[in-house]
């Protein structure tokens, strides 16, 4: 099983890196191959809302850069893993801007899902989705915004389930334990 | 708060002029514009380009009483570009002279019918008006934006009655000082057609504009399927 690390931190966070760290060795642990993704050092043009992935060239982005990569990367994998500073309740610009870039994975045409309208899949399956915010202070508004976002994608991808935790220094035994719940549950989808 | 002498437009979207986000604040600037407000837009994505740019549009940032982000939904919440000057103006809210004194107020629109999607991305706004050290002045949404399809707001018929009276009403109260209003905050979030309707014209214009560029036949095309 594979896990994809989208990580967004900005500037050499040494609390990021201590957690990707621990993201990587703790999925390893767990039997899952892992690809780390470091955004910030990755050069990726922002999505400029042109549609082209859906009319001119369908399920690609019309831009030739790593977003393509990152994009099939985040499709193909068993469990996608949003690493972020939580950033006003939401993700850093660097995730947002490989965020932005999976719009192609969808399809153009609608479907209701509850009692709203949605982009109907183009494919048959997309990993899990689990967010991992980090935050210099507990912050009630900041963690209720971060997880109803990482909720709210995991709608808009269809994502079999997703899982938010939004932690400040010291809590990474809550990750752990979260990390070992979605990989048990990988494994059983 | 007092009323603002100096309001900026950021406008988010990627497409500058001709996006609805444009046309939406365009008109909320002009109504104040008319309440004798000094009003000035500056366009997001092409404002960070360059180190020259971005100091330019952190001296209008910092030259307004009242700042006011146009923007579209992206991924459910605020697209790259926007959350990049969040940042950097979020950052300079703790260097000196900060940000005290000024008011953020947000207008998003979204592809989907229901402007409720937008939510999360209006508590962002929020969020970041508080980190900023800024007074929260309202946020407006709009669903079912590919209808007005970044056409004037004056010329976009009936389908942007609702909008029209919302920015009214939020152009009367931000240039008081005051909040946008409950009232604005629904009429804004009223569909501007049924969502059976705009899913229903919404999937043959994507058919049709994929026809015209030859890819009619590739729309549910699966580049990345390993079956390829």
Redesign the interface.
Known sequence: MKTVILNGARNEDRWNAVISRLLVEEISSLGHSTDLLTLEGIRIAPCTGCFGCWVKTPGMCVKDDAGRDIAKSALLCDLLVFLTPVTFGGYSSELKKAVDRLIPLLSPFFVKIGREIHHKPRYPRYPPILGVGLMPVPDQEKERIFRTLVERNAVNYHSPFHEAVAIVAGQEETLRATLRAVVARCRGS | MGGPKKVLLLVG???GSGSTSEALGSYLLERMGERGIVTEVARV?SSLRTEEERKGLLHAVGSADLLILAT?L????????V??L??IV?AEGGRSPGHGGKSFAALINCG???A??CD?AI???R??AR?AGMEWAGGLALGGGESIGGRPLKEAGGVARNARKALDLAAEALSEGRQVPGEAVSLMARPTVP?WM??VI??IG?RL??RR?G?GT?????????DK
Request: hydrophobic share 25%.
């Open positions: 979207s990627p497409k994505p579209p992206y991924a459910d919440s605020l697209p790259s570009g959350t990049r969040l940042e979020a989907f019918p229901e409720r999607q999360t508590a962002i706004c969020c970041f980190e969502a705009y899913t919404g999937d994507w504009k994929a560029r890819t590739r729309m549910r095309d699966r580049p990345y399927w390993p």
